[in-house]
């Protein structure tokens, strides 16, 4: 589809973040005349727009040329683009092809064997064990796609990666229809996004698109204690490995008598090694060490497995996952940022090994937030609902579970959790929504927690 397009005429994309740059800058440097743009009116876009001008690619900051996108051989969206987006709209209803910046850089990596992980929760952390496990076994191995970096920036690089780790989200599945991986990851599935998605079902069948170009040679690694999960990739050609952390006939799973990871029967790391707070980090580790030993049988041998389980030990995780970022006057500070939707705040909350004031809220996602009721029941000392979602969050916790407002701002939040918490306790920023109420994005969340945290040490 690219090399056609590419011959055929104008490739416009959609967006000017760091991944509508990339994918511009690589369609140019494959011959191809490009069109980018982006309704954005701010400084960053127009800077973006300038640059990729400077570089003889023609862009607009600020509109779209409608017009120039309805007579294009292909539009490219960027991540962030929804569906209803007018660009994307128009470029529909003339009738040309929509794919997203992740089919552009697969296209220009093509040959180069990858792990795709997608699910509900887990696949960055996934994604970047990954990525670092692969590394210990000597490949030149790169993390790319949702995590950070876009797959169209690995592959502007000059020397081309032996592995990559591929994070994926629905919407980037939505868009890229070559999607073959050599490995193909589902951590778990639940209710997201439902402010993009009608339905759990639609969300839901974005994500079978992992399977789309199942062969017979595929490999699958499914989370074998998530029905929803199991459920999506039963008719999918390949073969299918499970991780569990309570089936002793997964191929990976914690063992409780040994307190230790097992792959393949035999036990690879105790649990107690492991860096990473909570159970789902457990399945986490257990999804990452299963999918490299799969991909390749020289990751199995004794050698390898020595390798795997020191890498394992030397993992230190992500910025905004379960991320300690301060332990001052006996308090632990933990920012969960990334924890975006109700599920994975559960999991964020259920980790908790001491009393726990939580912050939740931001701009609600459409999920109500009485199923936190049970696990909020059992580990926090008080809620703290904020943001947009703040009537909505007391209105579905209140009565069950110790619950005040937060206030006007983030620092008001933070200045009633340092005076509900005492030494012993924790502060948990889980905020099961999305940021966009107060920030840009969640790491500027994040990092806000962060320094508000340190600068009352």
């Known amino acids: 589809m690219i090399d056609a397009a590419l011959r055929r005429g104008e490739v416009a994309v959609i967006g000017l973040g760091r991944s509508g740059i990339a994918a511009a800058r690589l369609l140019a ?12 009116a701010g400084e960053g876009v127009a800077q973006a727009a300038a640059t990729l001008r400077a570089a003889g690619i023609a862009a607009d900051a600020g509109t779209h040329d409608l017009a120039r996108i309805r007579g294009a051989a ?7 683009v929804p569906p209803t987006a007018p660009p994307l709209v128009t470029a529909r209803e003339a009738g040309v092809p929509v794919v997203g910046e992740v089919e552009v850089a697969l296209h220009a990596l093509r040959g180069v064997p990858y792990v795709a992980i997608t699910g509900t929760n887990g696949k960055s952390t996934v994604t970047a064990l990954v990525a670092h496990l692969l590394s210990a076994l000597g490949h030149r191995a790169v993390a790319g796609g949702n995590i950070g970096r876009a797959l169209s920036d690995i592959a502007l690089a000059g020397d081309r990666p032996d592995w990559i780790a591929l994070e994926m989200s629905s919407f980037q599945l939505h868009d890229t229809p070559s999607i073959r991986p050599t490995v193909g990851v589902l951590t778990n599935l639940s209710p997201d996004h439902l ?4 339905s759990v079902e639609a969300y839901y069948a974005d994500k079978a698109l992992l399977y789309r170009n199942a062969a017979p040679d595929s490999r ?13 990739g039963v008719m999918a050609q390949g073969t299918r490995w499970g991780f569990s952390r309570r089936d002793p ?4 799973h914690y063992e409780a008598l040994r307190d230790a990871l097992v792959l393949f029967k035999t036990p690879l790391v105790t649990r107690g090694v492991l860096p990473l707070l909570g159970w789902h980090n457990v399945e986490n580790t257990l999804a990452a060490l299963l999918a490299v030993m799969v991909a390749d049988s020289a990751h199995q041998t004794p050698d390898a497995r020595a390798a795997l389980a020191a890498a394992v030990q030397s993992f230190r995780g992500l910025p905004h996952r379960l991320e300690i970022v301060s ?4 308090v632990r500070w933990i920012n969960d940022s990334k924890a975006t939707n109700v599920s994975s705040a559960r999991v964020a909350i259920e980790s908790m090994d001491r009393p726990a004031v939580v912050l939740i809220g931001g701009k609600h996602k459409g999920e109500p937030y009485t199923s936190l009721i049970a ?29 005040e407002r937060g206030g006007s701002s983030f620092e008001d939040v933070m200045q009633r959790a340092r005076a509900a918490a005492s030494p012993g306790d924790a502060v948990l920023l889980a905020p099961a929504c999305s940021s966009f109420d107060m920030f840009t994005n969640y790491e500027v ?3 806000e927690f962060r320094r508000l945290a340190q600068a009352g040490a």
């Not at 006939?249 to 990976?252: F, W």
Request: glycine letters at 14%; charged letters at 20%.
């Open 29 to 40: 440097r494959e011959g191809g005349r490009v069109y980018a743009s982006d309704a954005g």
């Open 445 to 447: 969340r994040g990092n």
């Open 220 to 232: 699958w690694i499914v989370n074998a204690d998530d029905t929803p999960a199991l459920d999506l």
């Open 249 to 252: 006939s997964a191929a990976a």
């Open 375 to 403: 696990p909020l029941a059992a580990h926090s000392k008080l809620v703290i609902a904020y943001g947009e979602a703040e009537p909505l969050v007391v209105g579905d916790l209140q009565g069950h579970v110790p619950i």
């Open 327 to 330: 332990n001052a006057g006996g």
């Open 74 to 80: 292909l539009v490219v969206a960027s991540p962030g």
């Open 195 to 198: 402010d993009r998605y009608p």
